[in-house]
Nanobody, 125 residues
Framework: QVQLVESGGGLVQAGGSLRLSCAAS????????TAWFRQAPGKEREFVTT????????YYADSVKGRFTISRDNAKNTVYLQMNSLKPEDTAVYYC??????????????????WGQGTQVTVSS
C-alpha cells in the first residue's frame, strides 16, 4: 500500500509559476514510477508527465513540454511538478499517481495503482 498526498495548488495569474508536491508514504513508497495527471470540469483525466523510479526517465505531454518540469527526491519520498509560464487552459485538479513498475502505456490512467486526492490549480487571464 502507498499513500499519496498532493500540495501546492492555488490561484496564479497567466504567465506565473507554481510548484506542486506529492508526498508518498507506505511500503516501497520510494521505489515507485510516478506520474501527474490533471482533470478539468467536464473533461477526461489527462496525462501531464511521468518520471521513473530512479529519476532518469521523464516524459511530458506536448501541451506542457518546455513549461513544466517533473523531479523527485527519493530521500524525502516526494515528487515535484514545477509549472512555469502558466496558461488559463492549465486550470484543473492535479493528481499524482504511482505504480510499482509500468510497462508502457503511461498515458492511460488505468496503468496507475495509487492516486492522491488532488490539488486545485487555477490560472487567471
Amino acid at each position: 500500500q502507498v499513500q499519496l498526498v498532493e500540495s501546492g495548488g492555488g490561484l496564479v495569474q497567466a504567465g506565473g509559476s507554481l510548484r506542486l508536491s506529492c508526498a508518498a508514504s507506505g511500503r516501497t513508497s520510494s521505489n515507485q514510477d510516478t506520474a501527474w495527471f490533471r482533470q478539468a470540469p467536464g473533461k477526461e483525466r489527462e496525462f501531464v508527465t511521468t518520471i521513473g523510479w530512479n529519476g532518469l526517465n521523464t516524459y511530458y505531454a506536448d501541451s506542457v513540454k518546455g513549461r513544466f518540469t517533473i523531479s523527485r527526491d527519493n530521500a524525502k519520498n516526494t515528487v515535484y511538478l514545477q509549472m512555469n509560464s502558466l496558461k488559463p487552459e492549465d486550470t484543473a485538479v492535479y493528481y499524482c499517481a504511482a505504480v510499482r513498475r509500468y510497462s508502457g502505456n503511461y498515458i492511460d490512467p488505468g496503468t496507475w495503482n495509487y492516486w492522491g486526492q488532488g490539488t486545485q490549480v487555477t490560472v487567471s487571464s
